[in-house]
């Protein structure tokens, strides 16, 4: 048996309905080798993990994996997950929720996770669109394009999820693509072990509407988009606003040690009873 044979009979429930759901080249399946491999690799058990998902593509992941898992309501997986957190705060919780899941109906809940620095990880797929329902626009569709709720081009201006993360005070945020997989597995590794609110964006565009609408065409095509136009952090350090018009910059864009809610809460508690 091989490596990546042992990481499926390990981590996968071998009775649920495969081929998966996903479409096919879709980046999703890339992010749930990845995150498997991270959890692997830190080696957590996996009564160690909570995984909680909200609705939409990505909130097929947790029917899959073979942890403690809670598929939600749309926009509450972060709701439901520090609700876990404060019950059982020595287990590895992690929310997976797409693009509209966590900015849009959960965008509140997004930021006061990471104003109040729960020991949450949060994985946003920003796949730019609304994919499961139709192709509608999102929050982080790019301006100007035309969509299914948008035919004469998006009105709005995209979030930078995570430029508004770090505004709100998460200490941890990192961003990777699904064509670096090895990238994303190395983030999501470091993220889940850090203390304290990590959120990792992972571009992963819907290559069914998304693709049709930006008219980057096939996965393939995507993913080589992708790689054309990638920027590591350190390399954008040095790069002018001019020449990173369009571009993604990955890696880790926040780093930085602050005390936890669950830090703060005992540390009330006891000198309440001091």
């Known amino acids: 048996m091989t490596g990546q044979e042992h990481l499926i009979h390990r981590y996968l429930r071998s009775s649920k309905r495969f ?8 980046g999703i399946g890339i992010l749930l080798g990845a995150l498997v491999r991270a959890i692997d690799g830190n080696g957590y058990g996996k009564d160690d993990i909570v995984l909680i998902s909200g609705i939409g593509c990505s909130g097929r992941l947790p029917v899959y994996l073979d942890f403690n898992t809670l598929h939600t309501t749309h926009g509450r997986a972060l709701t439901f997950a520090t609700g876990i957190k404060l019950a059982k705060p020595k287990l590895k919780v992690i929310a997976i929720m797409g693009d509209g899941d966590a900015s849009s109906i959960g965008g509140n809940h997004l930021i006061h996770s990471a104003r109040r620095n729960i020991d949450i990880t949060a994985i946003i797929i920003n796949n730019q669109i609304y994919g499961m329902t139709g192709g509608q626009s999102s929050p982080t569709t790019p301006f100007g394009l035309h969509t299914a709720s948008s035919p004469f081009g998006h009105l ?23 064509y670096h997989a090895r990238i994303l597995e190395r983030l999501i590794g470091t993220a889940i072990a850090k203390s304290g609110f990590s959120v990792i964006e992972v571009m992963s565009p819907c290559v069914t509407h998304f693709g049709k609408w930006s008219g980057i065409g096939s996965a393939v095509q995507m993913m080589q988009w992708q790689k054309d136009n990638t920027v590591s952090i350190e390399k954008a350090r040095n790069m002018t606003p001019t020449e990173l018009q369009g571009k993604v910059v990955t890696g880790v864009l926040i780093d930085a040690h602050k005390p936890t809610f669950h830090e703060e809460h005992a540390r009330i508690s006891r000198e309440m009873k001091d």
Do not use: M, N, Q, Y
């Open 19 to 26: 081929p998966h759901v996903w479409c096919p080249g879709c």
């Open 156 to 178: 709005e201006h995209p979030f930078d999820i995570a430029k508004l993360v770090e505004a709100a005070g998460a200490p941890f945020v990192a961003r990777s693509t699904v």
